[in-house]
C-alpha cells in the first residue's frame, strides 16, 4: 500500500507540520508513505518538491503572485481579506507525476497558494484514484473561504461572499463553489476531518454532506514533545525564574483569527483581578514591533521559532498556554502544549473543546468573553493542583494525539477504501 501525502509546504504553517507528522507517524508504522510539496525545506528523502527547476520555481512565485492580484482585484484594491480566501485559479498539475502514478492512495491536505489550482485536482480526481482529503479548515467545501465565520452559505449554494467588497450572487465565491460541486460529484473523495466540530460543519455542507466523513485528528510525537524539568528550560532561554510565566504563540501572530487583539484585552482584565508584578508574557511567532507597548506586563518576543528543541523549551519554560482564538480547528500549539504538560486557557471555539477539559488539563471559556478568559488564566496559574493539571494535559496528548495512534485509524481508513472497492 503506498500512500503519497500531498501540502504545499514541507513544514511551513499548521497543515503542513500535521501532514509532515502523519507522514513520519505510517512511515514509523511500516506502511509505504511519501510526501509531494511545492516548498520543500528539509533534506528528507520522503518528501519531494515539484519545483524541480529554475522554471518551476519562477512559476511557483508567479501562480502564488497571480492569485492574490486577482483577488486584490476582485477586493477594489483592498488588502483586508487578501489570505481570508482562495480562489485556486492557478497551480500545477500533478496528476502525471511519477510518484502520484505509483499511489495506490492519494492524501490532499492543504494545497492552496500555487499548488494545486482547482483544474488540478479536477485532473487528480478523474484518475480514478482514492482521494482522501484531510481538512485543516472549511476550504474545501465553500466558495472559497478558509473560515466561513457567522456565514453559511456553504450549506446551500455560495454567493453574495461577505469577503468580497461588491458581493453578488453570482460572484467568484458562487463560481468556485459550482466549480467544486461538479468536480466532486463522481469523484472517489473520502474527507477527514481533525476535528468533530468540523466534521459535523462539512456534514451540513452541500459539497460534502453525501460524502464519507470521517474524523481523524492530527499526530504529534510524543517522544519528543514531553514534560521536562521547568527551571533548566527557563535557564536554557534565559527566562525569568521567579516569575509566572504565560505563552502565547502561532505561526503568524498578526493573523486577526490568531485572537492578539482579544489577548492584549484579556491580560489587561487579568490585570484588574490580580496584581500582575508576578507575571510575564512570551510570545513567539511573526508579530507586531510594538506589541510590547500594548501589554500590562513585560513581553519577551521570540518571533518565529523553527527550531524544535527551543519550542519543547518553551513549552516547559511556562506556567499556561494561552489561546484567543475565534476560528480554529484543531490547533497544533495546544496539541504541543499538552504533550508537554502544560495546561490551556482558551475560548470554547470550534475543536478546541475536543482538546481540553475543563479544570481537567485547562480551562475553556465562553467563546469571546475576554473577562471569562482572563480568570481562566488566572485559575491556571494560581492553582494549588498544577501538578494535577500538567498530568491530565500530558494523559490527554498520550492517550489521543500519540502518533501509532493516528498512524492506526488512517491505516485502517486506507485499509477500508481499498478492501471495498473503493465504497465505504
Known amino acids: 500500500m503506498k500512500i503519497l501525502l500531498l501540502n504545499t509546504s514541507e513544514l511551513s504553517g499548521g497543515a503542513a507540520i500535521a501532514a509532515n507528522r502523519l507522514m513520519k507517524s505510517l512511515i514509523d508504522n511500516d506502511i509505504e508513505a511519501k510526501s509531494l510539496v511545492l516548498d520543500k525545506q528539509t533534506d528528507d528523502k520522503n518528501v519531494i518538491s515539484i519545483q524541480a527547476s529554475f522554471a518551476k520555481r519562477k512559476l511557483a512565485k508567479l501562480y502564488f503572485l497571480w492569485e492574490r492580484v486577482i483577488i486584490f482585484v476582485i477586493n477594489r484594491f483592498s488588502r483586508q481579506n487578501l489570505f481570508k480566501i482562495s480562489i485556486a485559479n492557478t497551480g500545477f498539475d500533478v496528476s502525471k507525476h511519477k510518484l502520484v502514478k505509483e499511489a495506490d492512495i492519494i492524501h490532499l491536505h492543504w ?66 463553489f459550482s466549480r467544486k460541486k461538479k468536480i466532486y460529484s463522481d469523484a472517489l473523495l473520502f474527507p477527514v476531518t481533525c476535528s468533530q466540530w468540523l466534521c459535523c460543519v462539512a456534514e451540513k455542507s452541500a459539497l460534502l454532506k453525501n460524502k464519507p466523513l470521517t474524523s481523524i485528528p492530527n499526530p504529534i510525537d510524543t517522544e519528543q514533545f514531553k514534560p521536562c524539568n521547568q527551571i533548566e528550560a527557563r535557564q536554557t532561554l534565559g527566562l525569568p525564574k521567579d516569575k509566572k510565566l504565560i505563552l502565547f504563540g502561532a505561526a503568524n501572530i498578526t493573523d486577526n483569527r490568531k485572537g492578539m487583539s482579544l489577548l492584549i484585552n484579556v491580560l489587561k482584565q487579568l490585570a484588574n483581578n490580580r496584581k500582575i508584578s508576578d507575571i510575564e508574557l512570551i510570545v513567539f511567532g511573526k508579530t507586531e514591533k510594538n506589541i510590547t507597548e500594548k501589554m500590562p506586563m513585560p513581553v519577551h518576543i521570540l518571533n518565529y521559532v523553527s527550531n524544535i528543541e527551543t519550542l519543547i523549551n518553551l513549552y516547559n519554560a511556562a ?21 508537554c504538560g502544560l495546561p490551556v486557557a482558551a475560548f470554547q471555539t470550534g475543536g478546541v473543546p475536543e482538546m481540553i477539559n475543563h479544570k481537567e488539563n485547562g480551562y475553556l471559556a465562553q467563546s469571546g468573553n475576554e473577562s471569562e478568559l482572563a480568570k481562566g488564566i488566572e485559575y ?15 494523559k490527554k496528548a498520550e492517550t489521543c494525539y500519540a502518533p501509532q495512534i493516528i498512524a492506526k485509524r488512517y491505516e485502517e481508513l486506507y485499509k477500508s477504501i481499498l478492501n471495498n472497492g473503493n465504497e465505504r
Open 111 to 176: 494545497t492552496n497558494q500555487g499548488f494545486l489550482s482547482l483544474k488540478g485536482i479536477k485532473n487528480l480526481m478523474e484518475l480514478r484514484k482514492p482521494i482522501v482529503w484531510t481538512l485543516h479548515d472549511m476550504w474545501c467545501f465553500t466558495g472559497g473561504c478558509h473560515y466561513a465565520g457567522d456565514c453559511v452559505n456553504y450549506t446551500e449554494n455560495c454567493g453574495n461572499c461577505h469577503f468580497f467588497k461588491n458581493p453578488k450572487k453570482d460572484d467568484n465565491s458562487h463560481v468556485q
Open 319 to 339: 506556567d499556561v498556554f494561552v489561546l484567543p482564538s475565534l476560528e480554529d480547528n484543531l490547533p497544533n500549539t495546544v496539541m504541543e502544549a499538552l504533550a
Open 380 to 394: 491556571l496559574i494560581d492553582n494549588d493542583n498544577a501538578v494535577f493539571l500538567r498530568i491530565n494535559a500530558r
